[in-house]
């Protein structure tokens, strides 16, 4: 059996979905190690890993690209951000090769540095990608606002027109910055952004058809495995059992966004329907809102309980809380404030499993009409759920792994 490395970003909605691609490879008798978030190292040890935390220059650099005043702003500023913790996690993953010593890594797409560490250092590897993949592709819109799929001649002239226009603002933002860290390390540059996602031998791409756009040039290191949804073990709360009406889950980022509007809205939207809405504000203060008879808004609820019983997610179309909810069969409003969220809800659109209302549109009444339509799309709820269950999870994850990176890796008892 081989030792596994495994380094994610601050972020709980990065650990989290790898979190059953580990277990999985830990109940095949792998060792597991595991650098991620500071707080969540004592779940990890009780998880059987061997844990420790990022450097905490890491976790200290800010995400805010919320303050940006538009989309592109905002992706200048999320660039920059991922940057500047590449200064600090390529000499973390450094460190932490050199006490594990694995055999082969597992690598957060948005650790660029640890990226760059892992391919000059010639080992095997691979890469995890828990948000829509902005690999470009004929068969798909160019990535970034959320445009529909191409119809027709005039559609593909669109995305003809659109492409260089919009991959040119993402990669002007991200190569140079990117390319400057993987030059220190002695790497040559990327021209394109394609180039990083198909570098690694294996990117697990954590969605599924047709969810994703369905597409004919998938390259061949990229196997979608669905969600790998996870969240820690928690009890359902005791005031979930008195709730009688249909429930609807509201949830926001666990990451500060500037998304609490759409908790405070949806308590006045659906104030005087025949539902209980159930209300996360990881990044909120649930004593600043007005709570309607109907509702109740906490920090933190286990996901998992209130939507076994939902028959609507109202989410900031973040990739995690929305496949959440359709893995489960539940039809999602999706509100996106931004990063790839215009992305995910165009999605959520698409597949017929809910509806989409831009942030900027977002008022009771249109939220209202909006939750009333996600509620009669079950049918391509069910549909992607099917799609998530059939692509395997953290058994064609780890399936995966095994088969293209340790079917010619020998444990090394040295490492012991």
């Known amino acids: 059996m081989s030792r596994i490395l495994a380094y994610t970003s601050p972020g709980r909605g990065h650990l989290y979905p790898i979190t059953p691609i580990l277990d999985e490879l830990h109940r095949r008798g792998h060792e597991i190690s595991l650098r991620t978030l500071e707080s969540e190292v ?27 005043g538009n989309p592109r702003a905002a992706l200048v500023r999320a660039m920059r951000i991922f940057a500047a913790r590449a200064q600090h996690d390529a000499p973390d993953l450094r460190q932490a090769i050199a006490e594990e010593r694995p055999d082969a890594l597992l690598i957060d797409i948005n650790c660029w540095g640890a990226l760059a560490v892992a391919e000059a250092r010639g080992g095997r590897w691979a890469t995890f990608c828990p948000y829509p993949l902005p690999l470009s592709s004929p068969d798909a819109p160019p990535f970034g606002p959320g445009l529909p799929p191409a119809r027709g001649p005039l559609g593909r002239m669109r995305d003809r027109v659109m492409r260089p226009l919009v991959t040119g603002v993402f990669e002007r933002a991200m190569l140079p910055p990117l390319n400057m860290v993987r030059r220190d390390l002695g790497l040559g540059p990327f021209a394109s952004a394609d180039e990083m996602f198909r570098r690694p031998e294996l990117l697990i791409y954590m969605t599924a058809e047709p969810f994703e756009y369905p597409r004919r040039d998938w390259p061949a290191n990229v196997v979608m495995v669905g969600p790998c949804e996870w969240e820690p073990p928690a009890e359902a709360p005791a005031w979930l059992e008195d709730v009688t009406q249909p429930i609807v889950l509201v949830t926001t980022s666990s990451e500060f966004q500037n998304d609490g509007r759409l908790v405070e809205v949806a308590l006045e939207a659906l104030a005087d329907e025949p539902v209980f809405v159930v209300a996360t504000l990881p990044a909120g203060d649930p004593a600043l809102l007005r709570i309607p008879a109907n509702a109740r808004v906490e920090r933190f609820v286990p996901h998992r309980h209130v ?77 992607i759920q099917a799609a998530f269950k059939e692509a395997g999870g953290p058994v064609a994850a780890a399936a995966a792994f095994e088969s293209r990176l340790l079917a010619t890796t020998q444990w090394n008892p040295a490492h012991h």
């Open 307 to 383: 939507l076994d019983r939902a028959v609507c997610a109202v989410t900031h179309g973040g990739m995690g809380a929305t496949q959440k909810a359709l893995a489960r069969g539940v039809p999602v409003c999706a509100v996106p404030f931004g990063r790839d969220q215009f992305e995910v809800a165009r999605r959520v659109e698409v597949a017929g499993a809910g509806t989409r209302l831009p942030a900027k549109r977002l008022n009771p009444e249109r939220l209202r009409q909006k939750v009333r339509e996600a509620m009669t799309k079950s049918a391509g709820a069910a549909r």
């Open 42 to 68: 004592p779940l990890a040890l009780n998880r059987g890993f061997h844990a420790a935390p990022i450097s905490p220059s890491i976790e200290a650099i800010e995400h805010d690209d919320w303050r940006a």
